[in-house]
């Protein structure tokens, strides 16, 4: 099946600093998602990206859907202390059977320290 | 918008017994529902997806017969885990898709379930 490496597991980091985490599949995705999971939470979906090239900001947010549809990175600018949790990207592939079918990388971990 | 809501948000309950755990699209109707299930730590692990008035679609290595799956309306879709067991433990979570947005999904909070 579809799998995605998402990296890096963890990051601990100081308010104010830049954030940046990323998604590689070995398959090709016509849609890549960013969500942010807090503790004891479902995901809230921060930025979705439909087509190749393209790059979407979302506030201090941006992201970006890779060239080869096989990655994209989320960066976060100026960090604050309620960036804490979980970040998870998704990505969709093409119809068929995985047809609006989500895969999720492992996630990120971000934690910030005033 | 776009508001999708779990009931119970916890429940703990007995080696056997089985647990229903509801899921809603409060102010759009989902003709899809997707069932995960998340260990801690770990990441979101799809289990079937659901559409309403059908049958659910499994992944492999999921059991129908264990996790039954009901999607009697647009707004409502339901998990129910049957004869559950302590390995049953997780955080379930459900999405619900928009028509109008093949891709975008929304979650649920999610449901804490214990089995003793």
């Known amino acids: 099946g579809q799998q995605l490496n998402q990296s890096p597991q963890s990051m601990f980091i100081q308010e104010g600093e830049d954030v940046s985490m990323n998604c590689t599949s070995s398959s090709i995705f016509n849609t890549w998602l960013w969500y942010k999971q807090e503790p004891g939470e479902g995901p809230v979906l921060l930025i979705a990206l439909y087509k190749a090239g393209e790059l979407t900001s979302n506030g201090r947010l941006t992201a970006q859907f890779g060239i080869t549809r096989k990655d994209s990175f989320l960066n976060i600018s100026a960090s604050i202390p309620s960036d804490v949790g979980i970040y998870f990207c998704?990505?969709?592939?093409?119809?068929?059977?995985?047809?609006?079918?989500?895969?999720f990388g492992d996630g990120t971990t971000l934690t910030v320290k005033p | 918008g776009a508001v999708v809501s779990q009931h119970p948000s916890r429940v703990i309950c007995k080696s056997g017994t089985s647990v229903k755990i509801e899921c809603r699209s409060l102010?759009?109707?989902?003709?899809?529902m997707f069932w995960y299930r998340q260990f801690p730590k770990k990441s979101l692990m799809l289990m079937a997806t659901s559409n309403e008035g059908s049958k659910a679609t499994y992944e492999q290595g999921v059991e129908k017969d264990k996790f039954l799956i009901n999607h009697a309306s647009l707004t409502l879709s339901t998990l129910t885990v049957t004869s559950a067991h302590p390995e049953d433990s997780s955080f379930y979570i459900c999405?619900?898709?928009?028509?109008?947005?093949?891709?975008?999904?929304?979650f649920g909070p999610g449901t804490r379930l214990t089995v003793l």
């Open positions: 998704a990505g969709q592939g093409e119809g068929g059977t995985n047809a609006g079918k989500s895969t």
């Open positions: 999405s619900a898709r928009l028509a109008s947005s093949y891709n975008e999904q929304f």
């Open positions: 102010d759009f109707q989902a003709t899809t």
